[in-house]
């Protein structure tokens, strides 16, 4: 450590002022509002400003609304807006629509809003690379971004809210900047990272929010020579948790420069700091009012050595407050975001492929903000947020409906009788089976396929619903629109649906995979396939009246629900499924409903459906905990951020309020780790879960808060809704790394179902069969289509479209190297994610070394090795482990690429891993050779020591001059 800090020769003090302002798309009020009352202000005046001073920069994030102000204001402010931008005055930071949530989020939809933003800046203002990420307002900060990040092709990144007291200890160890390596995408090199020392307010003499001090008034000597020191005092201390002289300064805060004077004041009393400090009044320290890229290139070219660190920013808490609620914060509307993203996927594949067009989901990508999806802001503003889903949704289906109908036949196929159409959309580029259901009022249902082959079905009646339930499994082809037809009979019928038997035994059920054992609660006590892994569930819940929105703060230690009564169980068996439903009778009823209850559907599978509906009452937390006696030594509790894997430990709480230090995000799932098997979970959408104790966790299912809890909403989550949760849940003897991805990309791709509303023209609905027209005797259009890619090998993660070029996204979810190529598709180039050229390595300047967060060690998952056999591949590209790529690609007549092996590239495994360690061996040298080089170091070290001090003093005698 002594030889790094002995590099930190200084030559003065360089302070990077740089000017920004955050602007949350919604949070206390909706977009349209902060747009009109202030964005649209900040532009202006940021315009007229620049006019005035070509000195002054500003760094910009938000791209929604950049786009907002660039459509609407003429096309002279459009021109200078670009002028400024060019000359770097104005620098894009960050870059997409918004600033994405990084625990409500998954890998695809983080990657689909920041390509948008990133392709509206080069197609408005010609910019081939983001620089800076900028990531200062999301709560806490995921292992997926630094790798994420990396494969943007950014080359420095911003980060804020991570734990405070190990920001202190960053602080100490002046290890506030550091290389940043996360999950395992693919990426070797990580992300040189810095954190803010505090917060993204400028320092409170300058902040127009507090008594700023040095903004008010005229400034005389006496005073512009009190604030510069005060300037300086500030810029030393922060400078001391960092490893070089150049200290950067955010000059700004929330939604700062929209009023003129205001903003006029700020620049201009910078300004006068600026050249007073430059006038060497106060010794070797300079200014200059900067971008971000400014500041870091400084650094980079001082070339400090900084810690390596792995892992993420989860759970972020600020003196004892974890804010681990918004997890879980209006569920509903996180499912709702969920759904909306599963639908863009699917329709930007099929119409990049069929077509070479895209989508621009504009408005699912800002609701991926940080105060959008987490929940944490107004009902007024969610509801806005709700609206802004729906247009994009629409837009979904009007692509859809544009590749649809071009399968329109003239001689269609003829269905005898009355019928509707069910229109199925295999979602993932490989054939799978799956359990679909369609619901009736009666159950003399008939199911036929797209060939108009009878399917076995199954009804059941759900004592929640009062409907019926049709049941049928599917072998469906990959990416590919499957017709299914379903007529409604008003007598059985001999192919209808198979009437559901009730079964006496009421306690257990089972099929030829799984065993289920209910106690006489209705909570499950056990699953048993080869393995009995003990599970006992309890729905319970906490007292939340000191927890908000964004805080997990239970004011007491949990309870039971007391007030929840056994109601009714039923099983309900047949062919295709076993339907177990236990419902609970709530004395505490709410608006929504009286009732609890759950779902549990076997299907002869490894996996179940377990579904559980709830709400909760006021100052209620509800969960859903599940305890195992036998589980294993820790770590036995693993959660998935979508992209990797990553153990938690566990921490005793000394009392209630900290029961959130032990909450995760878990987009990609969990895993639990009993003494001889495991059990997977995949929720269908984003939720909080946690470790109750040493053999229990918990899944946070609803929310209904009272008060707000002091992080600046003034508000509190009045959330009576009701809601389903939905989880795949599997018990497996062993972990397969493939098996645990396959079965999450079932889960991201699902089956797309649509009623078809119009027979003429195939426009579909989100409201599946019964939204369907009726249709006599003939359809018009193609039954099957193909969109032409299937590959089990590999995960097809969507397109996005440039100058009608289209460019797929592929992650190999495999431990293994794998080699792709698909007949009439020929891979052109290797992209950035974001659908750029890829850069030259712009990270091979730092250098690092190991550093360990002693608070709260994180590991990854250890995955299965790449195998390194002698196996040679012939072909064209080929994949790395875990690895995720983006390809521009051309359609049409390819080469006929053979399906086994598939397309693949002449290169063997293990020398291929030997090219890879040469990066890793330069590091390791002896202890003589280390030895000479140190002493080397030291007379470097000491003659630039001597030559600094000769600058200082000649540079001291020049000014006295």
């Known amino acids: 450590m002594w030889l790094a800090l002995l590099f930190q020769v200084s030559l003065g003090l360089e302070i990077f002022l740089v000017p920004h302002s955050h602007c949350d798309p919604g949070w206390i009020e909706p977009i349209d509002w902060y747009y009109n009352r202030q964005v649209r202000g900040i532009f202006n005046n940021i315009l007229a400003l620049f006019e005035e001073n070509p000195d002054r920069k500003i760094v910009w994030s938000e791209t929604f609304f950049l786009k907002m102000f660039m459509e609407e204001t003429d096309e002279a402010n459009r021109e200078k807006l670009r002028d400024y931008v060019n000359s770097g005055r104005i620098e894009f930071v960050g870059g997409g629509f918004s600033q994405s949530d990084e625990a409500n989020s998954d890998l695809e939809s983080v990657i ?68 940043w390596k996360g999950a395992n995408i693919g990426t070797t090199n990580g992300i040189f990272t810095h954190v803010l020392y505090e917060h993204y307010d400028p320092p409170e003499m300058l902040n127009p929010q507090n008594s700023g001090q040095c903004l008010r008034g005229n400034y005389d000597d006496s005073k512009v020579e009190n604030c510069a020191q005060k300037l300086k005092e500030y810029a030393t201390k922060h400078g001391s948790a960092y490893r070089t002289d150049k200290v950067m300064i955010l000059y700004g805060d929330d939604f700062t420069y929209m009023k003129w004077d205001q903003a006029k004041q700020m620049y201009e009393k910078a300004e006068k700091l600026r050249d007073y400090i430059n006038s060497g009044k106060l010794g070797d320290i300079t200014m200059k009012i900067a971008t971000a890229s400014e500041y870091f290139e400084a650094v980079k070219e001082a070339s400090p050595i900084v810690p390596l660190y792995k892992g993420d ?10 804010w681990t609620g918004f997890y879980t914060t209006w569920p509903e509307f996180k499912q709702e975001v969920f759904e909306t993203h599963r639908l863009l996927r699917g329709a930007e594949l099929a119409l990049a492929i069929e077509e070479q067009e895209d989508i621009v989901p504009q408005e699912a990508s800002v609701v991926l903000h940080h105060d959008g999806i987490t929940g944490t802001c107004r009902p007024h503003v969610l509801s806005d947020y709700s609206r802004r889903l729906k247009i994009d949704k629409a837009k979904a289906l009007k692509a859809l409906q544009k590749v649809l109908k071009k399968t329109k036949s003239e001689e269609g196929i003829k269905v005898p009788g009355e019928f509707r159409v069910l229109e199925l959309y295999n979602s993932l580029n490989w054939e ?62 001999p192919d209808c649906a198979v009437m559901s038997e009730k079964s006496e035994d009421n306690i257990k059920v089972s099929d030829k995979y799984n065993t289920i054992l209910l106690n006489t609660e209705g909570y ?110 820790e770590p036995w509790f693993i959660t998935s951020n979508s992209g990797d894997l990553r ?26 780790k009993s003494s001889d098997s495991f059990l997977r ?79 003429s023209d195939f426009e579909l609905s ?160 002896t202890e003589t050779e280390f030895k000479t080089f140190e002493y080397a170091l030291v007379m470097v070290v000491s003659y630039a020591t001597v030559f600094a001090l000769c600058v200082y003093y000649v540079k001291k005698k020049v000014r006295r001059d």
């Open 112 to 179: 689909r809003q920041i390509e948008n933003g990133h392709k509206y800046l080069q197609e408005e203002f010609g910019i081939e690379r983001v620089k800076v990420g900028w990531q200062i307002d999301p709560f806490g900060h995921s292992a997926m971004t630094p790798s994420l990040w990396e494969k943007f092709g950014y080359e420095y990144l911003v980060i804020n809210r991570i734990d405070t007291e190990f920001r202190d200890q960053l602080r100490k160890e002046k290890s506030l900047e550091f290389l």
């Open 313 to 322: 920013f989860f759970p972020y808490v600020t003196s004892g407050y974890y």
């Open 432 to 493: 799978r089976e799956e359990l679909l259901h369609v619901e009736s009022a009666n159950p003399y249902i008939e199911i036929m396929d797209w060939n108009l082959q009878s399917v076995p079905s199954q009804a059941v009646f759900d004592n929640v619903s009062g409907r019926f339930l049709v049941y049928f499994k599917l072998k469906l082809p990959a990416l590919s629109f499957l017709s299914v037809f379903v007529k409604e009979h008003s007598e059985r019928c």
């Open 524 to 633: 499950v006590e056990y699953i048993k396939n080869e393995k009995t892994f003990e599970l006992k569930q309890k729905l319970v819940k906490y007292q939340g009246d000191q927890g908000g929105a964004y805080i997990y703060r239970p004011s007491s230690w949990s309870e039971e629900l007391s007030d929840l009564s056994l109601d009714q169980v039923t099983v309900s068996k047949g062919p295709i499924v076993t339907f177990l439903q236990v419902v609970w009778r709530r004395e505490r009823s709410y608006p929504a409903s009286k009732y609890y209850y759950q779902n549990i559907i076997l299907h002869n599978s490894p996996s179940f459906i377990w579904k559980v509906g709830t709400y909760a009452t006021r100052n209620e937390e509800i969960l859903m905990r599940l305890t195992n006696s036998e589980m294993a030594d």
């Open 647 to 672: 153990y938690r430990k566990f921490y005793s709480p000394e009392n209630s309020k900290q029961i959130g230090m032990n909450m995760y995000p878990i987009p990609g799932g969990i895993l639990v």
């Open 681 to 759: 979970l995949h929720s269908k959408s984003f939720i909080g879960a946690g470790m109750h104790s040493k053999d229990s966790f918990e899944l946070l299912l609803h929310r209904n808060l009272a008060q707000d809890d002091s992080r600046g909403l003034a508000h509190g989550v009045n959330d009576n809704t009701f809601v389903e949760h939905e989880f795949e849940v599997e018990l497996a003897e062993s972990f397969s790394q493939e098996h645990f991805w396959e079965s999450y990309y079932r889960k991201t791709a699902p089956v797309l179902e649509f009623g078809v509303v119009s027979k």
């Open 766 to 925: 989100l409201g599946g069969l019964e939204d369907s027209a009726k249709v006599r005797d003939t359809w018009k259009f193609k039954t099957s289509h193909s969109l032409g890619i299937s590959d089990k090998n590999v995960y097809l993660m969507g397109a996005l479209v440039k100058n009608k070029e289209v460019i797929l996204k592929v992650k190999n979810f495999s431990s293994k190297f794998q080699a792709i190529g698909w007949k009439g598709l020929e891979f052109k180039q290797k992209m950035t994610i974001n659908g750029f050229e890829v850069p030259e390595s712009v990270h091979s300047w730092i250098t690092s070394t190991d550093m360990e967060y002693s608070k709260k060690p994180d590991s990854g998952f250890a995955y299965n090795l790449p195998s390194e056999a002698e196996e040679t591949f012939t072909g064209k590209v080929l994949l790395e482990p875990n690895e995720l790529v983006a390809y521009k690609v051309e359609f049409g007549e390819a080469p006929a690429y053979s399906e086994d092996p598939p397309l693949r590239l002449d290169m063997k495994i293990d020398s291929f891993l030997a090219e890879k360690s040469i990066e890793n061996s330069v590091a390791e040298t």
